[in-house]
Structures are given as C-alpha cells and as structure tokens.
C-alpha cells in the first residue's frame, strides 16, 4: 500500500484522485516516491491499475530547515515551493512545446487537503538518467530530443531575469543583472557554507576575492533565457513516444543560459558534449562555476540540519562540492 504522507490522509488523496482521474475508479494504493526535498511526490494507484502522481507542498513534506528569504519571489534563487510556481512554470514550458506532466487536478482552494496539491500524469518507467546509466544507445533520442528542447528554453527572449512565476506575473526582480544576483547568491553560500565547515572558513576570504574577480570579468548582457536551473538527467522523464518530459520546475526562471549549462556539465561530466552548446560566454560560465559549487556545498550542509533521511549521500555531495570550489582557487 505503500507509505501515506505525514499530514494528509489517505482518504483526502482518496478524494482528489476520484476528482481527477474520475470514471468511478477507487484508490487503491499510494507509494511514496524517492527523491524530493521540499514537496511529497506520491504514486496514485486506481483499482483499474490506472496511476497518477501527487504533489503535496505541504510543510510535513519540505526536509529544508527554514531560512531568510524562503518564499521570496523577487529572488530568482529563493527556493521554489508552491502551485502558483508550478504552473507558472508549467505554463511557460508548455507554450514553448516542451513536454511536461499533464496536469489532472490543481487543488489552489484546498479542497482536498490543507496543503497545495496538483495530481498530475505518471511516467512509470525509467527516468532518463537511469535509462542512459543501463543504455545509451536507447537513450540517444530523448538525449537528442532534449538538446533541442535546451535550445528553445534557450532561445526564448523574456524581457528581465527573475522567477517565471513573477515576471509572468507583472514583477519586477531584485537586484541589476543576472551576474550580480548571482554574486549575492554566492556570497550568500559562502558565508553559510563557512559556518558549517572550518575547510570553508579557511579559505574565505581566499573564495570571496574568486568571486568578486570573476565577477567583474563579466561584461553586460540582457538576454534572458528560460532556464531550468537544476536540470539533471534524473529531472527527466521518458513517455512512451521517447520524448524527455520535465519535472521538478518550481524553480524554473529567466536568466543567463550559461547558468543552465554549468549545472549540465556539473551533473553530466564527460557526457556533457551531448548537450553542448556554441556560443556561451565565458567568463559567466566561470562565475557561475564557482557559484554553483559553493550553492551544492552550503546547500547539502544545511539539509543536514533537518531530518532529511539519505545523509550519507548528501554529504557526499557537500564533500565533493566543497573539494572542487576548493580546487578552483587553487587552480585560480
């Protein structure tokens, strides 16, 4: 039967699975899935066999401990958590001809639960990450198929950066420019990275004086791309036409499109060259290196002061996050 979530009850899944998916089905099973750090990710089984999955964004669900910031939307790095920016986000993807989930249920009112709640098509296969791990050949299309579904987020022209949900929306983001956003934002790891590790603390001031060289290294732009922002192979799904379809887009934004392929390569290592791209500019791609390295080490470390349950994992990730921001002002 699998687990229930922490807060809402089986029966109010019952409920919002009946209104989305209909036909008189019964909920007959409800699977907690892997993965997800700031909302419930739950498998919907129908007594037909029918399944659906369920986003809960409900407190219970988020292994993030709270801090500044969370829930501000003129930060493009403030974490995304909520309907209002999945749709948002869903929207932009899906006017752009890119394959996402079909939504079956969005439940902004509550209706079914105290929590945000989207009940939305299932993709019960492999992600892409895993079909490429046990196949590449098979793989190839959909890694073919997302190459080009990169070059339209990044050819899209949004008129600022900022969250898509707020600039959508009519907002204006905080800040000037993508590149300065992104130095706060580093600086911001910095410093919370420093007071969690004494490797950090040592090589502070070391770090900030990278920072703020490659910074100013970075001559202004204003094109605004649509920009995933933690696109990893496992943040894709394969339907069963072999089209990559995207998950997990709360946090998608407008902004430079270098910021998209610094987590690529991150995540992709030597198979990056498949998602490759001409034409990024430099020096933006090594600010938002060191930038990104600092966000996955401040970040894991303070995951750690919650309850999240894979630990051993996640301080891998800071351990060879913070190696690697180490090795850049060594290398610098």
Not at 236 to 248: E, F, K, R, T
Not at 264 to 290: K, N, P, S, T
Not at 318 to 332: K, S, T, W
Request: proline share 5%; hydrophobic share 40%.
């Amino acid at each position: 039967m699998g687990v229930a979530p922490k807060r809402v009850t089986r029966d109010q899944l019952a409920g919002a699975a009946r209104a989305a998916l209909g036909g008189g089905r019964r909920l007959d099973g409800v699977e907690r899935l892997a993965g997800g750090t700031r909302k419930g990710v739950y498998r919907l089984t129908m007594d037909d066999a029918t399944t659906a999955i369920a986003y809960l964004w409900e407190d219970s669900e988020n292994y993030w401990p709270p801090a500044a910031g969370d829930g501000d939307l003129t930060d493009p790095f403030s974490p995304g958590v909520g309907l209002d920016l999945f749709e948002a986000a869903h929207a932009r993807l899906d006017d752009l001809g890119l394959r996402v989930p079909a939504v079956r249920l969005a439940d902004r009112d509550r209706t079914h639960c105290p929590a945000d709640l989207a009940i939305v098509e299932d993709f019960p296969g492999e992600s892409l990450m895993d079909l490429f791990g046990r196949d590449p050949r098979a793989a190839e299309p959909a890694m073919t198929r997302l190459a080009e579904a990169l070059e339209a987020m990044r050819r899209y022209r949004a008129p600022t950066y900022g969250k898509v949900a707020l600039i959508d929306g009519g907002g204006t983001p905080r800040g000037t420019s993508c590149e300065a956003r992104a130095l706060d934002f580093a600086l911001a790891c910095l410093a919370e990275a420093a007071a969690r590790d004494r490797r950090v603390a040592g090589a502070r001031d070391l770090l900030e004086e990278r920072l703020r060289v490659l910074a100013g290294a970075v001559r202004p732009r204003a094109e605004y791309s649509v920009v995933h922002g933690e696109l990893g192979l496992d943040h894709v799904l394969v339907d069963s036409d072999g089209n990559p379809v995207l998950i997990d887009i709360e946090d998608l934004m407008y902004f430079d499109v270098e910021w998209e392929h610094v987590f690529l390569r991150i995540r992709l290592h030597g198979d990056y060259r498949r998602l490759a791209v001409d034409g990024l500019d430099e020096d933006r791609l090594a600010l938002y290196m060191l930038a990104q390295r600092l966000s996955l080490t401040a970040g894991p470390l303070r995951l750690l002061d919650g309850d999240y349950p894979d630990r051993e994992f996640m301080r891998g990730v800071a351990e060879h996050n913070l190696n690697e921001a180490l090795a850049l002002v060594r290398a610098g």
